[in-house]
């Protein structure tokens, strides 16, 4: 039996009233056709009717927005008390419960709106702390009410709740007539944490989240899965992470096995975050850029991932292109003085490519301290991704480095490219004392 009903009412049209059936959470401005002469107050609770005067449900009133009517429930029965508020919190984290794994729970979304029937409500868990976003006016209103109860649910669980932080510094607040704001919500009879900082872990993934600066609430928690599925299908592979923001989908493909991870985003702020899970994560496959991504994207196309040897220095102040290139001058000249005969194509291809590892070697803090013993996989790796290799190529590339790694070279090519790579490495790194070499006579002739 429906109780007594003591709200204002609102009739809708036909259309509204074929949503509202379906399941739809909101009543449109336009769809009204009959309202209470006397205007209630802004954020109150309200009954909405079909035509012929069909109970269709009871939801916050929003006299700034044109989403009018944001429904909260369909049952006629509900009292919308602080009882009623508490078993929808509980409804949520039981939900949550049984989709998530466990040490998920503590970085996770508690609250996601109208999915969980709180209209215009984000609640994020960053380990100890609840953030949250208001969107509107009723929920706005229900705040004194609802966000105790948040931490009394969670709580009575076992969860270690220490504060409530408010992330309301967002422009749609505006279109409920509502003012933007953040920082801590006075939980009665409590003192919040002095840090706005935490940590969490989500897919064995640890990242240092600042939910009073970070984008949103601090950290885009409903990408979970998605994060997830990036570090399954990134092994192996070359991932460029635009709008990395704090690193998260760039830091799942470089735990996932990705070869060699770029993270670019536009905030030096964002970067240094995401560097620092990176070495949090002792993840050492990643480089970051701090660049805006419809920049770097057009730039990146033009000039290709080759040109990229120019800006990274491989001996003294010679880029690992100019290397490239000296090497590949000295092979041939190699090939010519020794009377050999070699595949020349293979020869330079296999030169040129030979330290296409694309990163900067010298920056340990990245992870580069054995760069010696495993750039030729990399190269070989990147070298494969953008161009069909045949198999001498291959073999200059990966046997390049011999004696250091131990397995030395089965072709012509690979060997002397092998030999020309340690004479330019030499002349970049010693100068004046290459010159007395015997054979620096002949390969200075052909430099000029």
Known sequence: MKSSRNYPVYTVNKHAEGLLV????????????????????NGTLVDVVSTKGAYLGTGFLSLKSKIRVRLISRNANDTFDAAFWKRRVEYAWAYRKTVLEPADLTACRVIFGEADQFPGLTVDRFNNILVTQTLSVGMEKLKPILFPLLAEVLRADGQTIEGIYE?????????EGL?????????????????????ICENG?????DFENGQKTGFFLDQKYN????ARIAAGHTVLDCFTHTGSFALNAAKGGAARVTAADISAEAIAMAQRNAQRNNLTNMDFLCEDTFELLPRLEKEGRYTATRRCIQHGKVSVYAHCVSVADT???????????????????????????????HDKANGHHWHGFTHPGTALHNASEDWKLTPVEREIIKKHMFPLTPIPPTCREAW???????????????????????FAAKHNAQDK
Do not use: M
């Open 179 to 199: 003012a933007q704001n953040k920082g801590w919500f006075d939980l009665p009879g409590e003192t919040h944490p002095d840090s706005t900082q935490t940590e």
């Open 227 to 230: 994060r997830r599925a990036v």
């Open 416 to 438: 002397l490219v092998c030999l020309a790579d340690k004479i330019c490495a030499a002349k970049e790194t010693t100068g004046g004392i290459y010159g007395k070499l015997p």
């Open 331 to 361: 092979a041939c000249v190699l090939a010519e003085t020794l009377h050999l005969r070699v595949n020349e194509r293979a020869l330079i291809r296999g030169a040129l490519l030979h330290d296409y590892f694309l990163y900067d070697w």
């Open 167 to 175: 992330r309301n510094d967002e422009a749609l607040r505006a279109k």
């Open 22 to 41: 379906g399941g739809h959470p909101w009543v449109y401005e336009n769809d009204i056709l009959s309202s209470p002469e006397a205007e209630p107050e």
């Open 205 to 209: 993934v640890f990242y240092h989240v």
